[in-house]
């Protein structure tokens, strides 16, 4: 599996940008997928994760601001994020995996990230 995300970009504080992650190969559907982010300096942390059927979970960071979603005919992972704040500043990563996790350890395929900065 391939991923490419997309849509990053510099915004004001309290607005929104969505992203995209798009896979290519097989059994898209079948994977957990998930968004990750880097900060300068910081260690890659868990945002938010789809499974196949819909289940969705979110960092408490993130939590009822992002919202992750799955288009599985077009092989395509989404993240809405509105109310966007200064320190949501970071490299975005889309991953995949076969089981669930908040670990980047256990995902096996990256996309090459885009850069979300977040201005006050």
């Known amino acids: 599996v391939q991923l490419q995300a997309f849509g990053g970009g510099s915004v004001q504080a309290g607005d929104s940008l969505r992203l995209s992650c798009v896979a290519s190969?097989?059994?898209?559907?079948?994977?957990?997928m998930a968004w990750f982010r880097q900060a300068p300096g910081k260690e890659r942390e868990f945002v938010a994760g789809?499974?196949?059927?819909?289940?969705?979970y979110y960092a408490e960071s993130v939590k009822g601001r992002f919202t992750i979603s799955r288009d599985n005919a077009k092989n395509t992972v989404y993240l809405q994020m509105n109310s966007l704040k200064p320190e949501d500043t970071a490299v975005y990563y889309c991953?995949?995996?076969?089981?669930?996790?908040?670990?980047?350890?256990?995902?096996?395929?990256w996309g090459q990230g885009t850069q979300v900065t977040v201005s006050s």
């Open positions: 789809i499974l196949r059927y819909g289940d969705t």
């Open positions: 190969g097989r059994a898209f559907n079948t994977y957990v």
């Open positions: 991953a995949a995996a076969p089981l669930y996790s908040r670990r980047p350890i256990d995902y096996d395929y």
